[in-house]
């Protein structure tokens, strides 16, 4: 069985560019303008939702024929942002399902629970030899950032929500996933409870004197990779920009220094 990719090589490798639009010319062009210049593209909910499996194809792969003259077809790496969670056979078939796209990064809930995570993981290691592919690098979301110590409590789950992070991360590794998503600010202790090799997603990333918008607890890139990010997750500092991929060096410039 091969084993997903380890460490990112080049610090654009680094860069999971967070596409959150519903309009898929605008997603096309995002990608086709940033292959090369980043580790690939985060896609989630907004689009899958309105355009499907098909949609996340013509953003991921296009054909030469759909390729402008002069740029080289995109062939970008997909993280699916799908997370999911419910009972662990549902989850095991939408795990084999989504690695029909070829996806580098799957994500679930580790809400979920020890039996869905573990069958998260058997699913996608036998659809990866059914399928001839690279295992997709299986990571949880702990506690979403959007939750704080009192939505824990109303949700009957242990706080405070700095734990509850730790516990499911520590969860997420003993049931066989690569990593979980976080937040720049819980690096340091998921680090020290899951040691070097468990990956960290960490969105939440601005650079130097950028608009934050609506995080509100962000990291620079250089910050975060010294802490400890093996990726990270950057929507609006990029997509956002005047020219994408010209943002997109400068961050990955960043990360080197
Ligand atoms: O535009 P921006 O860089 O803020 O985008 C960050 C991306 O990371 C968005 O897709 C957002 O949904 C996602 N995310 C986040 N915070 C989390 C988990 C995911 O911002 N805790």
């Known amino acids: 069985m091969t084993e997903p990719a380890p460490t990112p090589r080049r610090p654009q490798d680094r860069i999971l560019v967070a596409i959150d639009t519903a309009e898929e010319a605008r997603a096309v062009d995002l990608s086709r303008g940033l292959a090369g210049a980043v580790g690939g593209i985060k896609l989630g909910l907004e689009f899958f939702n ?13 054909t030469p024929e759909e390729t402008p ?4 077809p995109v062939q970008q790496r997909l993280f699916l942002d799908l997370k999911f969670h419910d009972i662990p056979n549902t989850v095991a078939g939408a795990v084999r399902g989504a690695m029909q796209l070829g996806p580098a990064i799957l994500n679930v ?10 069958a998260a993981r058997q ?38 929500a700095a734990e509850q992070v730790v516990r499911l991360a520590r969860l997420t590794q003993s049931c066989g996933l690569d990593g979980v998503v976080c937040s720049a600010h819980e690096i340091t202790a998921i680090r020290a409870a899951c040691g070097p090799d ?10 130097a004197g950028a608009q934050t918008g609506d995080q509100k607890r962000t990291m620079t890139p250089g910050e975060a990779v010294a802490s ?30």
């Open 50 to 62: 309105a355009h499907g499996p098909e949609g996340v194809r013509r953003v991921t792969r296009a």
């Open 69 to 72: 003259r002069g740029q080289a």
């Open 109 to 118: 809930h580790a809400a979920g629970g020890p039996a869905m995570m573990t």
């Open 123 to 160: 699913a996608a290691d036998f659809q990866a030899d059914s399928l001839g592919i690279v295992r997709p690098m299986l990571i949880a979301v702990t506690v979403l950032t959007s939750l704080d110590d009192d939505d824990l409590t109303a949700t009957g789950q242990q706080g405070p």
């Open 198 to 207: 468990f990956k960290l997603i960490v969105p939440g990333i601005r650079p």
């Open 228 to 257: 400890g990010a093996d990726f990270l997750v950057i929507g609006r500092p990029i997509t956002g920009a005047p020219n994408p991929a010209e943002a997109a060096a400068a961050i990955a410039a960043e990360i080197a220094a």
